[in-house]
């Protein structure tokens, strides 16, 4: 039973973040010889999730990334129907999708 207070101890301690393996790591630390698999054991029994870090957005222009020409040059004028088109590709997360491009049309 000591093992489990411990858990909830460093658990709560470091407000929710700590994972079983960061545990598992700060108790050997402290001279307890337990597995990490244990700990998640334990952690299970007892109800503990960590929080789940957001992930950082990440969109580069220029060496990483690869840009189109400007063509138009924002001249949208045209004499007759279908002789420019345009689009625009906009990324996005959903709960079930975590990275989805969605691409919108638009004819001049």
Same mark, same amino acid.
């Given at each position: 039973?000591?093992?489990?207070? &411990?858990?909830? /101890?460093?658990?709560? +301690?470091?407000?929710? #973040?700590?994972?079983?393996? @960061?545990?598992?790591?700060?108790?050997?630390?402290?001279?307890?010889?337990?597995?990490?698999?244990?700990?998640?054991? &334990?952690?299970? /029994?007892?109800?503990? +999730?960590?929080?789940? #870090?957001?992930?950082?957005? @990440?969109?580069?222009?220029?060496?990483?990334?690869?840009?189109?020409?400007?063509?138009?040059?924002?001249?949208?004028?045209?004499?007759?129907?279908?002789?420019?088109?345009?689009?625009?590709?906009?990324?996005?997360?959903?709960?079930?999708?975590?990275?989805?491009?969605?691409?919108?049309?638009?004819?001049?």
């Amino acid at each position: 039973m000591k093992e489990k207070e &411990l858990i909830y /101890q460093l658990f709560h +301690k470091n407000k929710g #973040r700590y994972g079983y393996r @960061r545990i598992a790591l700060e108790m050997k630390k402290q001279g307890y010889m337990i597995n990490h698999k244990t700990v998640l054991k &334990l952690m299970n /029994q007892c109800g503990l +999730k960590c929080m789940v #870090r957001k992930k950082k957005y @990440r969109s580069y222009k220029g060496q990483t990334g690869k840009t189109t020409p400007n063509i138009l040059q924002r001249d949208f004028v045209t004499t007759a129907p279908n002789q420019k088109w345009v689009t625009d590709i906009s990324e996005s997360s959903l709960p079930w999708n975590p990275q989805i491009f969605i691409s919108y049309y638009g004819f001049v």
